[in-house]
């Protein structure tokens, strides 16, 4: 492990510490795992702190709902096995606080792949990487050859961010107008990843959030709802 996954671990670990304490309910929305394929019995020993950790957070009273990514869809099946754990295919759409006199307020969270206008590419190879057959034959090529071939295509899809950074900041505020159009069918909060831009826009008493991501030391945030309302946090 390198010393900047070191670093990430020891900050998530720690982040995992105060929602232990704090209690709830935690949503991940996708991309949690750089690559995550499921083989029967089989999780890949440099991921096996973080599942461990994970499993201790739900051991901890806290439920967890996660939101497949584009890297790691294929981790429904440990969740799916696991209680307290569920598991999401594209979108989580609830109400949080029913009880309030106004009658609570409206969540719509995703991971926000296949979204962008342009991305017709992507759209054609999520339905492959979702196509069962597909699934069955990346199965046999067994756990080793199978996350050799994940790291690649990640590797190659990992981009320098100084030169990526205003299209990620174009992507960013075309995914601003797409979350506009959940906020006008009724939904109060929308919040999504995948980007690697954060953003936070709020008006009147509606939010939309781009979580960023973990790889950008400034771009580390998180969402926390609680009484005091939607904030974003800092990592
Ligand atoms: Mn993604």
């Given amino acids: 492990m390198d010393a900047k996954e070191e670093e990430r671990r020891r900050t998530l ?10 209690g709830g309910t935690l949503f991940i929305l996708g991309d949690f795992f750089d690559f995550w394929f499921e083989y029967p019995g089989y999780i890949h020993p440099a991921l096996k702190e973080v599942v461990t950790r ?5 051991d901890r009273g806290v439920e ?3 939101i497949g990514g584009n ?4 981790v429904r099946d440990l969740i799916l096995r696991e209680e307290a754990m569920y598991f999401y295919p594209d979108h989580i759409a609830f109400t949080a606080g029913e009880d309030a006199a106004d009658g609570g307020i409206r969540f719509y969270l995703c991971h926000g792949d296949g979204l962008l206008k342009n991305d017709h590419g992507y759209r054609l190879m999520k339905k492959v ?15 080793s050859w199978g996350y050799r071939l994940g790291e690649k295509a990640n590797n190659r899809s990992r981009h320098n961010y100084t030169v990526m ?10 995914m601003m107008v797409w979350q506009a159009g959940r906020l006008s069918e009724g939904y109060d909060i929308c919040i999504m990843g995948h980007i690697h831009y954060p953003e936070l826009r709020q008006e009147a008493s509606k939010s939309r959030l781009l979580l960023g991501d973990w790889v950008v030391p400034n771009h580390r945030y998180y969402a926390l709802w609680d009484s005091d309302g939607i904030q974003r946090i800092q990592i």
């Fill in 13 to 22: 670990f720690q982040l995992f510490d105060s929602i232990e304490q704090r």
């Fill in 54 to 58: 994970l499993l201790q957070v739900r």
């Fill in 64 to 66: 967890i709902h996660y």
């Fill in 71 to 74: 890297h790691d869809f294929w």
């Fill in 129 to 143: 990487l979702r196509n069962p057959l597909a699934i069955f034959g990346f199965r046999l090529l067994g756990p």
């Fill in 165 to 174: 950074l205003p299209y990620l900041q174009r992507d960013a505020d075309e």
